[in-house]
């Protein structure tokens, strides 16, 4: 199976060291990318015969694409998760370190609402055993 004309012509004005090739055994297309430095031969005998065919051209394993999938959304794809064309490995990890502190506030700010919520309900629970006054929220009073 041969992958479309148009769309090896724009993967490799992308990226010249990029390919697409069929696999067979998984029934997709492969990207891969050839390897500039080094091989990884502690694959080569994988049972995998794809990883066996990558490993001794000089490839990785960039993504598994759907047999009717090679369009420009690949393309995209690829950019949005290059990490030099979004600045290098500094400026994805100081996104990534802002990402995971914004998360963690927030989850610590959930958490403590959380267990605000559930002191003022025991509080209430023990107030109501003991006969005392309670919160009652303005519709059941009417």
Same mark, same amino acid.
């Given at each position: 199976?041969?992958?479309?004309?148009?769309?090896?012509?724009?993967?490799?004005?992308?990226?010249?060291?990029?390919?697409?090739?069929?696999?067979?055994?998984?029934?997709?297309?492969?990207?891969?990318?050839?390897?500039?430095?080094?091989?990884?031969?502690?694959?080569?005998?994988?049972?995998?015969?794809?990883?066996?065919?990558?490993?001794?051209?000089?490839?990785?394993?960039?993504?598994?694409?759907?047999?009717?999938? @090679? +369009?420009?959304?690949?393309?995209?794809?690829?950019? =949005?998760? *290059?990490?030099? /064309?979004?600045?290098?490995? #500094?400026? !994805?990890?100081?996104? @990534? +370190?802002?990402?995971?502190?914004?998360?963690?506030? =927030?989850? *610590?700010?959930? /958490?403590?609402?959380?267990? #605000?919520? !559930?002191?003022?309900?025991?509080?209430?629970?023990?107030?109501?055993?003991?006969?005392?006054?309670?919160?009652?929220?303005?519709?059941?009073?009417?």
């Amino acid at each position: 199976m041969n992958p479309n004309p148009a769309f090896v012509r724009k993967l490799r004005a992308y990226d010249p060291d990029l390919r697409v090739i069929w696999s067979a055994h998984k029934e997709c297309w492969l990207i891969e990318r050839r390897i500039r430095r080094g091989r990884p031969l502690a694959y080569a005998d994988s049972p995998d015969p794809d990883v066996v065919r990558r490993v001794r051209d000089g490839y990785i394993h960039v993504g598994n694409v759907p047999p009717r999938g @090679l +369009d420009e959304l690949v393309l995209l794809n690829l950019w =949005k998760q *290059d990490m030099w /064309q979004q600045g290098g490995a #500094k400026v !994805v990890n100081a996104v @990534l +370190d802002d990402y995971w502190e914004t998360k963690d506030r =927030k989850d *610590d700010r959930n /958490q403590r609402d959380d267990l #605000k919520q !559930v002191a003022a309900d025991v509080w209430d629970r023990i107030a109501w055993l003991r006969r005392g006054r309670i919160s009652v929220p303005e519709a059941i009073h009417a």
